[in-house]
């Protein structure tokens, strides 16, 4: 099955974001053989990723948005385990410094964009920027921009105008060698709920749980919209999101390993050729090498 196309969404269309499935295709129950697939991506991964550092020509950067207990933090370390720690970067990005308040928004974004040969992986992301401060406008005023003041400045209009800076800097990246993956983990609040059950009731998961989940919590319907909004807002032929059914954790990462290992095998990577030269100097060492008499 091509999850690439069939999870890819462009923005042509309204996206209806809750009409969009959170359980995984009823094709895939055997977890068994879902786990053996995901192995298999992950051995692809390691090759391709080993290729896109040798050549240094490409870069990706892997964005990462879902509600709380998605799975970001459990998709990362499992579909990215097989990958050189030396060519992956991953970068969770918190509630901004001030230092970082005192800059524009996409500041501290730019600041840790992966270099060219990396794979670079936000858990949020600059998404972060049109979600939570649209259902908590007074992050934005207190952040001191402009003539902004009150939450009533922070309309709609202010958010257009992130949407477009949002795509901007997408084209802008990709004009510059990147390939720009955006994956929307969409889980379903009866899923939420039982993961935070299950974060309270075993100890060994306790810390991942918070108060502020509960307080959040709340605002599910509105998160939805606004999700809704913000994906169908900015995503591009070149830059499309991917919604992903998360109910299912392994199911997900299927999803998500074979769309990751899809994109960069449309890139034309290979390890990079010598020319006459570094082969003569190469045959040059070989052959002192085997004169070698100890």
Known sequence: MNFEKQYRYNGKNPLGLTAQPTQPDEKFSDEKAIKLEITKNIKQLNELQGKLYAQDRYGVLIIFQAMDAAGKDSMIAHIMSGVNPQGCE??????????EIAHDYLWRIHNAVPKRGMI???????????????????II??????????????????????YKDMRYFEDYLQHNGYTVLKFFLHMSKAEQKQRFIR????????????AADIRERKYWDQYQQVYDDALTKTATKAAPWYVIPSDSKWYSRLCVSEIINQRLSELPLAYPSLDASAQAQLKTALNQLDRETD
Request: aromatic share 12%; net charge neutral.
């Open 90 to 99: 991953v970068k969770s990005f918190k509630q901004p410094t001030t230092n």
């Open 120 to 138: 670079g992986i936000f858990n949020r992301s600059y998404y972060e920027d049109v979600l939570v401060s649209r259902v908590h406008p007074e």
């Open 141 to 162: 005023v207190n952040e001191h921009i402009g003539d902004i003041q009150t939450a009533d400045q922070v309309n709609d209009e202010f958010f257009k105008r992130r």
């Open 199 to 210: 974060r309270i009731e075993i100890p060994s998961h306790n810390w991942k749980f918070s």
